[in-house]
């Protein structure tokens, strides 16, 4: 089975902090996503990597940025945390390659005061 | 048009009941998809995938009807533990992305 592990299932930062969200897979997949999930909006995507050192923004990039020193893990990080960005993050990944389902971590509930 | 687009619910519908959810597509190209099961408060698993024009799997049969570009997800013999958020799922024709669905509540009651 695929096991995508994120830091973290609660977090609560101040206003202005800079936030590290964690994100490791063990099946040696190459792509690997950043969403958030906020009532009445589904998924939005913030950031994907399809390889190590890689990233593309998704559909919502601006105040956040990622880090993918290493296939397996996958970082996100909030540069000046606001409180707009309180939401359910989740990390996925998936093998390279069309068609592939996305497999999720438990998702960090964040909270920015 | 959204890219996807699924009914909200909720969907109220007793034990036993056979429950249908439809979801509509813009992409005309799409030829496979997936649904998702989303528990209150937890991540989304994957229920189903499909790559032609349907998939049965136990209770839960999910058909692609490109002509009208919609996808369905029929429920047989509803349990309580069906009740969940079903998100309809689909590649996106850009990079190895999934472009999902906002999802439809479904609550099954005794």
Same mark, same amino acid.
């Given at each position: 089975?695929?096991? @995508?592990?994120?830091?973290?299932?609660? =977090? @609560?930062?101040?206003?202005?902090?800079?936030?590290? =969200?964690?994100? @490791?897979?063990? &099946?040696?997949?190459?792509? &690997?996503?950043?969403?958030?999930?906020d009532?009445?909006?589904? /998924?939005?995507? +913030?950031?994907?990597?399809?390889?190590v050192?890689?990233?593309?923004?998704?559909? +919502?990039?601006?105040?956040?940025?990622?880090?993918?020193?290493?296939?397996?893990?996958?970082? =996100?990080? /909030?540069?000046?945390?606001?409180?707009?960005?309180?939401?359910m993050y989740?990390?996925?990944?998936?093998?390279?390659?069309?068609?592939?389902?996305?497999?999720?971590?438990?998702?960090?509930?964040?909270?920015?005061? | 048009?959204?890219?996807?687009?699924?009914?909200?619910?909720?969907?109220? #519908?007793?034990?036993?009941?056979?429950?249908?959810?439809?979801?509509?597509?813009?992409?005309?190209?799409?030829?496979?998809?997936?649904?998702?099961?989303?528990?209150?408060?937890?991540?989304?698993?994957?229920?189903?995938s499909?790559?032609?024009?349907?998939?049965?799997?136990?209770?839960?049969?999910?058909?692609?009807?490109?002509?009208?570009?919609?996808?369905?997800?029929?429920?047989?013999?509803?349990?309580?533990?069906?009740?969940?958020?079903?998100?309809? #799922?689909?590649?996106?024709?850009?990079?190895?992305?999934?472009?999902?669905?906002?999802?439809?509540?479904?609550?099954?009651?005794?």
């Open positions: 089975d695929v096991k @995508v592990t994120q830091s973290s299932r609660y =977090l @609560v930062k101040r206003t202005g902090e800079k936030v590290f =969200l964690e994100c @490791v897979q063990d &099946m040696d997949h190459e792509n &690997m996503f950043w969403y958030r999930q009532p009445g909006l589904g /998924l939005r995507l +913030i950031y994907f990597s399809y390889d050192k890689m990233k593309e923004k998704g559909d +919502i990039p601006e105040g956040y940025s990622v880090s993918r020193e290493k296939k397996e893990r996958f970082s =996100l990080i /909030l540069e000046s945390a606001s409180t707009n960005q309180t939401s989740l990390c996925a990944s998936t093998l390279r390659g069309g068609n592939q389902p996305q497999h999720f971590g438990d998702g960090t509930r964040l909270s920015i005061l | 048009r959204k890219e996807v687009e699924q009914d909200p619910g909720p969907f109220n #519908v007793p034990e036993g009941a056979t429950v249908a959810f439809n979801c509509t597509y813009s992409n005309s190209a799409s030829q496979s998809f997936f649904w998702y099961r989303q528990d209150c408060r937890k991540e989304p698993k994957l229920l189903m499909v790559y032609s024009s349907g998939n049965e799997d136990g209770r839960f049969t999910a058909q692609l009807n490109r002509a009208s570009q919609y996808i369905s997800l029929l429920i047989r013999d509803s349990k309580l533990s069906d009740s969940a958020t079903y998100l309809c #799922v689909l590649p996106n024709t850009g990079f190895q992305k999934l472009v999902f669905g906002t999802g439809t509540r479904l609550l099954v009651s005794p």
